[in-house]
Nanobody, 120 residues
Framework: QVQLVESGGGLVQPGGSLRLTCAASGRIVRVDTMGWYRQAPGKERELVATITSGERRNYSDSVKGRFTISRDNAKNTVYLQMNNLKPEDTAVYYC??????????????WGQGTQVTVSS
């Protein structure tokens, strides 16, 4: 009943940019913290950035100054603008949302993941 749908991944050269989008849909009362995580081959999933409904932001040290997270509360959508991409940014990027559903229960939801590959 709740879905997170991601888009915007792809192949880009080092130094390039990509913008990821994730939209939450379904019987949602409220979306609180939204965020992006990533998982590279052979590694654990790690935090990239989060943003609260009040737009308080948190970034991992590895992306500070290069990535920007933002959201549109009216659309239950979160964005990740990624600039100056590096090969080490290559991973599957997952969207996460902590939200309150129609039954007033709070749950965490994950998107299906979108591949970002940084290579020349």
């Amino acid at each position: 009943q709740v879905q997170l749908v991601e888009s915007g991944g792809g192949l880009v050269q080092p130094g390039g940019s990509l913008r990821l989008t994730c939209a939450a849909s379904g019987r949602i009362v409220r979306v609180d913290t939204m965020g992006w995580y990533r998982q590279a081959p052979g590694k654990e999933r790690e935090l990239v950035a989060t943003i609260t409904s009040g737009e308080r932001r948190n970034y991992s040290d590895s992306v500070k100054g290069r990535f920007t997270i933002s959201r549109d509360n009216a659309k239950n959508t979160v964005y990740l603008q990624m600039n100056n991409l590096k090969p080490e940014d290559t991973a599957v990027y997952y969207c996460n949302a902590n939200l309150v559903k129609f039954d007033y229960r709070r749950s965490d939801y994950w998107g299906q993941g979108t591949q970002v590959t940084v290579s020349s």
